[in-house]
Every structure is written in structure tokens, then in C-alpha cells.
């Protein structure tokens, strides 16, 4: 069983606010939940938010602890590029995570360095779980895609499936890839924010855009239930891309 979390975007205190709901207690620094539940990241955890070192740290120590699972979205790639001194555009909401960093006591940047790239580099690019019945992927996957993993792949889980063109307002233009899915298998993902969860055949957007005003959701599985929290940051209409 499995309550998967939508972007968090450094939205730290709307994330405890819907681990609670969700029926999660914390123990020692860390969030249980009495039926033995676990917590999923679809990615994009930082960035954009007021909070970002402390998600990362929340999300860090409990993949640690075996008690939740995360698969990195295009912010996570983001800075864990820049963690490792490739030359990266700080823009985009980067600069608030940046800002964060640098404000921390050495020993405390060296922790958060070397553990989120660790987190990257140990996770996958997307969860195969309940025996193939659900996929959980930062911005989804196409049928054709799924046991494989090669540079297409990780391009399509980190962005979706763009085109490589933007549109008027400079948004790169994706297509509505979910909208042509035929598997079986239940698809979770997020990075294009939606105003409440988006069911397209067996797909799943849970991105509601906290960061930009909307909501946290986290989705049950297999219940296919979801909990929203309303963010507690301005609504910025335009963030939101699919009806």
C-alpha cells in the first residue's frame, strides 16, 4: 500500500500538514503510518517553495530508512548538476534551493551535498511496483517505454513528452501523452500542474501545483483515494497548463 505525493517544491509545511492526513505519525524524526504504508515522491521535491533543504532532508532520511520511495524530477536533475559543479542555468526556482544552501553551516552543506546525490543516483528513473501493476514516474512514461532505460527514457520521465518548441508564453509544448495510454498498469505522475487530480485512462496527474497556489495531493494506492491540503502561497492561475 502506497500514498504517493505530488511535487512538493519546497512546499515543506503544506507536506507534514498532508502526511497527517494521510494517517502518518512521526516517531523520532520520522513518519510511520500504522497499516505500514509508504510514502512515494514522484520528484521535484525542491525549488519555487519557502522550504526546500528541509523537504530534501525529509525526503532523504526517509528513503534512508527504507520507509518512503522517490523517483528525481527535472528540478531534482537540476540540482544535482549543480551539486556537482556543472554549469547550470540558477533560474527557475533553482535560486531559492541555492539561496537556502548557502545560507547552511559547512558541515550541514557537506551533508545535504553528498546525501542528495547519493538520492539521485541511487533512484530510478521510474517505480515499477505491485508487481507491474502501478508505474510511478516524475512525468510519466509511454507504454513502449516501460523495462526500458536509455537516454529517451530518462529525457520522457524528467520532461515529459515535449516537442522541443514553446509556446506564446514560453512553456515548453508537451503532448497530452496520456491521453493515447492503453496499458493496464496505473501510471502516477506530476511536473505539469493540474487543479485536482487528472484521471486519463489509467494515468494519474497528482501535481495540483502547491508551489504555485494550488494544493498538495497524495494519492492512495490501490484505493485510487486521494487527501488535498490548499497551499498556503499565492494563486497564480497561469502555472496551470491542463484542465
Same mark, same amino acid.
Given at each position: 500500500?502506497?500514498?504517493?505525493?505530488?511535487?512538493?517544491?519546497?512546499?515543506?509545511?503544506?507536506?507534514?500538514?498532508?502526511?497527517?492526513?494521510?494517517?502518518?505519525?512521526?516517531?523520532?524524526?520520522?513518519?510511520?503510518?500504522?497499516?505500514?504504508?509508504?510514502?512515494?515522491?514522484?520528484?521535484?521535491?525542491?525549488?519555487?517553495?519557502?522550504?526546500?533543504?528541509?523537504?530534501?532532508?525529509?525526503?532523504?532520511?526517509?528513503?534512508?530508512? &527504507?520507509? #518512503?520511495?522517490? *523517483?528525481? =524530477?527535472?528540478?531534482?536533475? /537540476?540540482?544535482? +548538476? !549543480?551539486?556537482?559543479?556543472?554549469?547550470?542555468?540558477?533560474?527557475?526556482?533553482?535560486?531559492?534551493?541555492?539561496?537556502?544552501?548557502?545560507?547552511?553551516?559547512?558541515?550541514?552543506?557537506?551533508?545535504?551535498?553528498?546525501?542528495?546525490?547519493?538520492?539521485?543516483?541511487?533512484?530510478?528513473?521510474?517505480?515499477?511496483?505491485?508487481?507491474?501493476?502501478?508505474?510511478?514516474?516524475?512525468?510519466?512514461?509511454?507504454?513502449?517505454?516501460?523495462?526500458?532505460?536509455?537516454?529517451?527514457?530518462?529525457?520522457?520521465?524528467?520532461?515529459?513528452?515535449?516537442?522541443?518548441?514553446?509556446?506564446?508564453?514560453?512553456?515548453?509544448?508537451?503532448?497530452?501523452?496520456?491521453?493515447?495510454?492503453? &496499458?493496464? #498498469?496505473?501510471? *502516477?505522475? =506530476?511536473?505539469?500542474?493540474? /487543479?485536482?487530480? +487528472? !484521471?486519463?485512462?489509467?494515468?494519474?496527474?497528482?501535481?495540483?501545483?502547491?508551489?504555485?497556489?494550488?494544493?498538495?495531493?497524495?494519492?492512495?494506492?490501490?484505493?485510487?483515494?486521494?487527501?488535498?491540503?490548499?497551499?498556503?502561497?499565492?494563486?497564480?492561475?497561469?502555472?496551470?497548463?491542463?484542465?
Amino acid at each position: 500500500m502506497y500514498d504517493i505525493i505530488g511535487d512538493v517544491h519546497g512546499c515543506y509545511r503544506e507536506l507534514l500538514t498532508l502526511l497527517g492526513r494521510l494517517g502518518y505519525r512521526e516517531q523520532n524524526g520520522l513518519y510511520f503510518h500504522h497499516q505500514g504504508r509508504k510514502i512515494v515522491f514522484v520528484g521535484d521535491i525542491t525549488d519555487r517553495g519557502p522550504q526546500s533543504i528541509n523537504t530534501l532532508r525529509f525526503v532523504i532520511r526517509h528513503v534512508e530508512a &527504507g520507509q #518512503a520511495l522517490y *523517483v528525481p =524530477g527535472n528540478h531534482c536533475d /537540476k540540482l544535482y +548538476r !549543480f551539486f556537482l559543479g556543472r554549469n547550470v542555468q540558477i533560474t527557475h526556482g533553482l535560486e531559492t534551493t541555492v539561496e537556502e544552501y548557502h545560507r547552511l553551516p559547512v558541515d550541514e552543506k557537506k551533508w545535504v551535498k553528498t546525501r542528495f546525490i547519493r538520492l539521485v543516483e541511487n533512484a530510478p528513473l521510474y517505480l515499477v511496483l505491485d508487481g507491474g501493476r502501478l508505474i510511478v514516474s516524475h512525468a510519466g512514461i509511454r507504454q513502449d517505454m516501460i523495462g526500458k532505460h536509455n537516454k529517451a527514457v530518462k529525457t520522457f520521465c524528467l520532461y515529459g513528452d515535449i516537442t522541443g518548441e514553446k509556446d506564446n508564453d514560453g512553456f515548453p509544448v508537451r503532448r497530452d501523452w496520456a491521453k493515447h495510454y492503453t &496499458g493496464e #498498469a496505473w501510471i *502516477v505522475y =506530476g511536473h505539469t500542474p493540474v /487543479k485536482k487530480p +487528472r !484521471f486519463v485512462n489509467h494515468t494519474v496527474n497528482i501535481d495540483t501545483g502547491c508551489v504555485f497556489g494550488g494544493h498538495l495531493t497524495g494519492l492512495r494506492y490501490p484505493e485510487l483515494t486521494f487527501e488535498m491540503v490548499p497551499s498556503s502561497l499565492p494563486f497564480v492561475p497561469e502555472k496551470f497548463r491542463l484542465d
